[in-house]
């Protein structure tokens, strides 16, 4: 097959004298044989360069079948070849000839290696897409049944991705073999089989209407939720969101919610942690009234799991579930355990409650805040893990929304205080972002009294990237208060570090004071920042330094003063 692509090339670039353009497509189509894995990879990858070398018909003719007998090849060859073909459409006529690229995916289909069988599942429904809907008819149906009803396992589970495409445009007496088909997929004896079933249901259901749903496909979730397979159970869990959707309220009720409520006391985490993750699709589609009454006792048990990566994903949720409810539900149900999770001796369980608890503030109110979450707030962030720190802090404006900028400073700020010479650079780092919205808040003089000297002592931080922040921070503070208020506050202090004996850090000083040339006042900056400038100049480390140079260009421009660069450089 090579040799014959190379040959119709050679002759193609004879007919045309001496024009040569065509013989890198013979050396691309040589490499998809040959022994080098990095070279045939390479080829794959260019695949769509052939195939425009070769036009629309030589490329169903010799290049698809090349393809559809090269499924032997190494995984990540194959992984390659499905990516590309999922975008082949155009290179073979159209949707109109789409059907010509489904052979080399269904061979991809059934490899063993399941990244390249998720894959090639994936482009079929690219193409499955594209496709008229008599090649729906003639030819995807069919080649569903075919993997469907093989030996080997893994065409069936390759099978089940596809049902969803094909049956959305599948005439009616095909649609009942379709689900028919499905059917034996969710009851096969492999487990793997039931499992890609049980994944894919909520996407096949999506494609039918509700009375389908409850005749045919309520029937095999039942089915699956009842597998021996805990693997199987996890992913049917993920079916009742979409199916609570497609339901009316009255037959989610009656089908759904009893076994979510089961599954909420399932004797595997693993479909407890699936339970946690989808209960708030569930309680969407069932409305706030029957989340209440009925989802609530659930989600307050997986709350208080006796794993912890179940408490992890229920605590993940806790902002979510708590706006669904009134602010009393949550004082009495959600905020017990929420003081509990602060405590827990699983660093991931407070880190996950850490994300969400401050959304809840605005849930309860301003005086539920600070009798209930306030002790809960101060708790984590003096959490010894500092991802439980970080994430109280990037939250900090949904609580003082709530119970306003007083209180907050009061109660939140020594603990912000102590976050700022945090030991670990990632906790302070994360504060210096918050602080130009902290500032805001605060107002200058409130911030010049508790957070000032702090920012200044962040320009001689140890750690490049704080130092850097520091720098930045500066410039918006000034952007926040005005240039008076900087001129008065910010550049004397950071003048005064110029003479350093560290010279990293009259390098970040000089840094410092490049940024704040953009907001301060054209007087102040000729008069106050360029002479300190020009004194740099004198230093035998920074008048070497690229710092130093962009610096001075940088002022220079806001300056508009070519002699004052001149003066520097000489």
């Not at 309520?218 to 049917?236: C, E, G, H, K, N």
């Not at 089961?262 to 942690?273: E, I, N, T």
């Not at 991802?387 to 400073?409: E, F, M, P, T």
């Not at 107002?443 to 000297?453: D, N, V």
Request: hydrophobic share 45%; net charge negative; proline share 4%.
């Amino acid at each position: 097959m090579i040799g014959a692509f190379k040959q119709n090339l050679s002759n193609k670039a004879g007919e045309d004298g001496e024009d040569n353009s065509l013989y890198p497509i013979a050396i691309l189509i040589d490499e998809l044989k040959n022994e080098d894995v990095a070279l045939r990879l390479n080829s794959v990858k260019r695949l769509s360069t052939i195939a425009m070398a070769l036009g629309e018909d030589r490329t169903r003719k010799e290049l698809i079948p090349f393809l559809s007998e090269s499924n032997d090849d190494e995984d990540e060859v194959l992984l390659a070849m499905a990516d590309e073909l999922g975008s082949f459409v155009p290179y073979v006529g159209g949707p109109s000839y789409g059907h010509y690229l489904l052979p080399p995916l269904e061979g991809l289909a059934i490899v063993e290696e399941t990244v390249v069988r998720d894959r090639a599942v994936d482009s079929l429904n690219k193409v499955g897409a594209l496709l008229p809907d008599s090649s729906i008819s003639d030819h995807l149906v069919p080649l569903i049944k075919r993997l469907a009803t093989t030996d080997w396992f893994t065409s069936r589970v390759s099978a089940c991705g596809v049902f969803a495409t094909a049956y959305s445009r599948a005439p009616q007496h095909l649609r009942a073999d379709l689900r028919q088909l499905y059917s034996k997929l969710c009851r096969d004896d492999t487990p793997m089989v039931r499992r890609a079933a049980a994944f894919r249901l909520g996407k096949f259901a999506e494609t039918m209407d509700p009375d389908t749903i409850s005749k045919d496909i309520i029937p095999l979730f039942q089915d699956l939720t009842q597998d021996d397979q805990d693997s199987v159970r996890l992913l049917a869990v993920e079916a009742c969101g979409p199916l609570a959707r497609l339901l009316n309220k009255g037959e989610s009720v009656q089908h759904v919610l009893p076994i979510v409520q089961k599954f909420a006391q399932d004797k595997s985490w693993r479909v407890r942690y699936n339970v946690a993750q989808q209960l708030y699709q569930l309680c969407e589609a069932l409305g706030p009234e029957l989340a209440r009454s009925e989802l609530l006792p659930a989600y307050v048990k997986l709350l208080r799991d006796t794993e912890a990566e179940v408490r992890v994903a229920a605590a993940g949720k806790v902002s979510v579930i708590s706006k669904m409810l009134t602010s009393d539900r949550v004082i009495a149900s959600i905020v017990p355990c929420v003081k509990d999770l602060a405590a827990d001796s699983s660093q991931h369980v407070r880190s996950a409650l850490a994300s969400v608890v401050m959304e809840v503030a605005p849930v309860l109110g301003k005086s539920a805040t600070i009798e209930h979450l306030l002790p809960v707030f101060l708790s984590l962030l003096k959490d010894d893990f500092p991802d439980v720190r970080l994430n109280i802090i990037s939250k900090l404006d949904q609580v003082n929304q709530v119970i306003g900028i007083d209180l907050l400073a009061q109660s939140l700020l020594p603990a912000i205080e102590e976050l700022a010479e945090d030991k670990h650079w990632r906790v302070r780092l994360a504060i210096i972002e918050y602080i130009p919205l902290l500032a805001g808040q605060l107002g200058s003089e409130f911030f010049e009294a508790k957070l000032g000297p702090q920012c200044m002592k962040w320009l001689q931080d140890q750690v490049f990237s704080i130092r850097a922040a520091a720098t930045d921070n500066l410039a918006k503070l000034a952007q926040e208060f005005g240039a008076d208020w900087a001129q008065e506050h910010l550049v004397p202090q950071v003048l005064t570090m110029v003479n350093n004996q560290h010279y990293l850090y009259r390098m970040t000083v000089l840094v410092a004071i490049t940024s704040l040339a953009s907001v301060v006042s054209h007087e102040t900056l000729y008069h106050t920042i360029l002479p300190a400038v020009v004194s740099c100049a004198k230093d035998k480390v920074i008048c070497q330094s690229e710092t130093f140079l962009k610096s001075s260009l940088l002022l220079s421009m806001h300056a508009w003063s070519l002699r004052f660069f001149i003066k520097l450089i000489l």
